[in-house]
Nanobody
Framework: QVSLVESGGGLVQAGDSLRLSCAAS????????MGWFRQAPGKEREFVAA?????????YAHSVKGRFTISRDNAKNGTVYLQMMSLKPEDTGIYYC??????????????????WGQGTQVTVSS
């Protein structure tokens, strides 16, 4: 059974940094594309970043490009990280880790991702 568990969220001030982690298990995680999505209160879930199976391809939402970095450690069963810097209040939301078992590229559309974590809350105060 596939399990994705996010951690690292919290309450920070604008300009601060946070690093989210996603620990995956239950499959050949090292061969999967992994993504981060977020959902702000009253808004739809949106793409944040994605990374292909070996880290050779990454993609970012325009709103986070240059501030967020996605990475993975396949020596740790494909644990995925999202380093977030220069956080803004509009980055507030629940951040979800997702897995695309097809493993090709770094798709931005949520429908490519079959498995999802429960989410971790990130709150950025102004």
């Amino acid at each position: 059974q596939v399990s994705l568990v996010e951690s690292g969220g919290g309450l920070v001030q604008a300009g601060d940094s946070l690093r989210l982690s996603c620990a995956a298990s239950g499959g050949t995680v090292n061969s999967w594309t992994m993504g981060w999505f977020r959902q702000a209160p009253g808004k739809e879930r949106e793409f944040v970043a994605a990374i292909d199976w070996d880290g050779g391809i990454t993609d970012y939402a325009h709103s986070v490009k240059g501030r967020f970095t996605i990475s993975r450690d396949n020596a740790k069963n494909g644990t995925v990280y999202l380093q977030m810097m220069s956080l803004k209040p509009e980055d507030t939301g629940i951040y979800y880790c997702a897995a695309d078992t097809y493993g090709v590229g770094a798709p931005v559309a949520a429908y490519w991702y079959e498995y999802w974590g429960q989410g971790t809350q990130v709150t950025v105060s102004s």
